[in-house]
């Protein structure tokens, strides 16, 4: 059996619940960052400019939105929590074969994909999307 402890040191004068939730948020948040930081390259600076920097942030914001958007909206249940690097590994870098019918477009997975299930769920959630573009 394994314990988990959590030590928190502050000066923070409230109630132990209050303080608890307050720090997995915070260190949820400094998840975010890091991932965003990684994967979306957001630490890299192209310029000595605070406003060239600035305008390549806002690039690369909307890629990490869009991706979070399709976190919450379309992948299953076990993936949501997963990181960006892990769900591109597990779901969209697949070695798949499409093959088109007169009626169906069909996804040909290789045999020991192990993560089907999650995958037909998300092509499933995209399905049920009612987008409507304009």
Request: glycine share 2%.
């Amino acid at each position: 059996m394994v314990y988990m402890y959590t030590f928190i040191v502050t000066n923070m004068d409230s109630s132990p619940e209050y303080r608890i939730k307050f720090y997995c948020r915070r260190g949820m948040m400094e998840n975010f960052i890091k991932e965003s930081k990684l994967v979306f390259d957001f630490v890299s600076v192209s310029s000595h400019t605070q406003f060239v920097n600035a305008n390549r942030l806002q690039v690369y914001a909307p890629g990490y939105n869009i991706f979070n958007w399709f976190r919450r909206l379309a992948l299953s249940a076990n993936m949501r929590k997963q990181c960006i690097d892990t769900v591109r590994v597990k779901l969209l870098m697949i070695a798949t074969k499409v093959v088109r019918s007169v009626r169906y477009i069909t996804f040909k997975l290789y045999s020991c994909f192990h993560y089907k299930s999650e995958f037909y769920e998300t092509i499933s959630n995209i399905g049920k999307l009612n987008v409507q573009l304009k």
